[in-house]
């Protein structure tokens, strides 16, 4: 096929895709909870804990890398 041989994820962009989640859902989630919207707020909050998770397995494949690799979006 035409796949390349040292393909590599756009972990630049999954991080900051992933901090957009969590910021956000973590303030609607704050929101959702003054609102009186249990149910809401907590199917938020586990979103952004998804999101956290999610930066710290970006964050040990960008260390796994090591220096002078390179990702798209750097």
Do not use: I, K, W, Y
């Amino acid at each position: 096929m035409t796949e390349p041989a040292t393909a590599e994820s756009a972990l630049n962009l999954r991080a900051v895709l992933a901090l957009f989640g969590l910021v956000l859902c973590t303030a609607l989630a704050v929101a959702s909870f003054v609102a009186g919207l249990e149910v809401l707020g907590l199917a938020l909050a586990v979103l952004a804990v998804a999101a956290a998770v999610d930066l710290g397995v970006v964050q040990r494949r960008r260390h796994a890398r090591g220096p002078g690799s390179t990702s798209l979006f750097e």
